[in-house]
């Protein structure tokens, strides 16, 4: 078991792992600053870690109530270079008033508007700014839809890191401000995430910074996959029947997979019985047209502008993960459209007290569907990820 363990702070153990790419399966030097495989076709490098059913669950640091709580199974090789502002842990409520409406027996739903920021990028921008400040990363750049590119200054600002933030200029203006509050240098491009993602490039070739994006580098999956460990843990290890998840990116629907699949080979749990349900917004639906072979890929999607701002990622660079994640789990994915989305955020909040985001809120019209389709059965066990908090939004709202 000891051997498991690095050494670098023996105050820290945490268990071993190595960065390989996740198409060509090429081994990374993890003490070097990676983004993606050059390799292949350019795919996401991920952290495996050497995981063993001799591993226990007492592994977990039950003091510490954040995503830290999992540290051993992340890939922090020192304690100091932590950077965290209490992300992570938080709460599963169950959404009583609304399951009696659908008439389904359990609607639970993870309110992910209790992180720092607002939203659950705050976990991957936690470990991403963390992993930086420990190769010594100075400044960091990223293309955001808001909530990423918020969660990076906060973290940046603790680390004493750079941020620079580029944002499609329809973004609400809370999200600027944010960002700006938090010292970050905000760069507004007329267009989608995609069109930010150019920008960046572009910087890149003249500032040394760097590139933060959705997949583009192996750390903000290991935050985000804190997630699925939670997700088990508040449970008591009774994984949902269905999990609906809001896809942008999708490092949020992948980290929740290979969580279950790293406690799989620990033997913390038996079998993965959870169907993933990726949801979309018509507006920008690359995942679903791609999963019903509407198009070979999304590389030459055109998407559009949408209220649930995390959903306009018209060429997700990990959909082929995200796929994936589909397949294995055996779920689906959909869109719905913008009013649907609006009714939603209204729906839940008058019935259950929660101001969801958009993004959130496009899950409950997903579920309708599923239920109505006969995709989910009424004696299910449910989970919506709520990923963050409507307040940012709440300019586009009229109630
Ligand atoms: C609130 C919210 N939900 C969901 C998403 C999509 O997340 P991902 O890109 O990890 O799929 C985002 C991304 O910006 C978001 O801000
Ligand atoms: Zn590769």
Same mark, same amino acid.
């Given at each position: ?8 702070? +023996? ?74 502002? #209490?992300? #992570? ?34 976990? #991957? ?17 990223? +293309? ?11 973290? *940046? ?10 944002? +499609? ?26 069109? *930010? ?11 040394? *910074? ?73 507006? *920008? ?115």
């Amino acid at each position: 078991m000891k051997a498991a363990f690095l050494t670098e702070n +023996p105050k820290n153990t945490i268990l071993n792992y190595g960065l390989y790419c996740n198409s060509c399966h090429f081994r990374y030097n993890k003490y070097e600053i990676n983004s993606f495989c050059m390799q292949c076709e350019k795919s996401p490098i991920e952290a495996r870690f050497d995981l063993n059913k001799s591993i226990s669950k007492d592994i977990i640091d039950q003091s510490e109530r954040s995503m830290w709580r999992y540290a051993k199974l992340l890939p922090i090789l020192d304690i100091k270079n932590r950077i965290t502002l #209490g992300e #992570g842990w938080t709460p599963i409520l169950p959404m009583f008033r609304l399951a009696n409406c659908l008439g389904i027996s359990s609607l639970l739903i993870k309110d992910e508007s209790f992180n720092p920021t607002g939203s659950f990028k705050a976990r #991957g921008l936690s470990m991403a700014v963390s992993k930086a400040k420990e190769l010594g990363i100075r400044s960091c750049i990223v +293309p955001t839809a808001g909530n990423a590119g918020g969660a990076l200054s906060a973290y *940046c600002a603790k680390a004493g890191i750079e941020s620079i933030v580029v944002m +499609p200029r329809h973004t609400p203006d809370a999200f600027k401000k944010e960002c700006k509050a938090f010292g970050a240098e905000v760069i507004l491009v007329d267009g989608l995430i995609s069109d *930010c993602a150019k920008l960046v490039a572009e910087i890149k070739k003249d500032r040394s *910074c760097f590139d933060i994006s959705t997949m583009k580098e192996p750390y903000r999956l290991e935050g985000k996959k804190t997630l699925g460990y939670e997700i088990a843990e508040q449970m008591n290890w009774d994984l949902p029947d269905v999990i609906l998840y809001p896809a942008g990116g999708g490092t949020g629907l992948i980290g929740i997979w290979k969580a279950f699949k790293e406690m799989l080979n620990m033997g913390w749990i038996t079998h993965i019985p959870t169907r993933m349900i990726a949801v979309q917004a018509e507006n *920008c639906k690359p995942l679903v047209d791609t999963f019903n072979e509407l198009q070979l890929d999304a590389s030459n999607y055109q998407g559009m502008p949408t209220i649930a701002n995390g959903l306009a990622v018209p060429h997700p660079f990990a959909e082929k993960m995200m796929l994936a994640v589909l397949s294995q789990s055996k779920g689906t994915t959909l869109a719905v459209s913008e009013q649907e989305i609006i009714k939603s955020v209204k729906e839940i909040a008058a019935k259950e007290g929660i101001l969801v985001a958009p993004e959130g809120a496009a899950l409950l019209a997903g579920l309708k569907f599923l239920l109505n389709s006969k995709l989910v059965g009424a004696d299910e066990k449910i989970l919506l990820l709520n990923t963050g908090s409507c307040y940012k939004y709440l300019d586009s709202f009229e109630f």
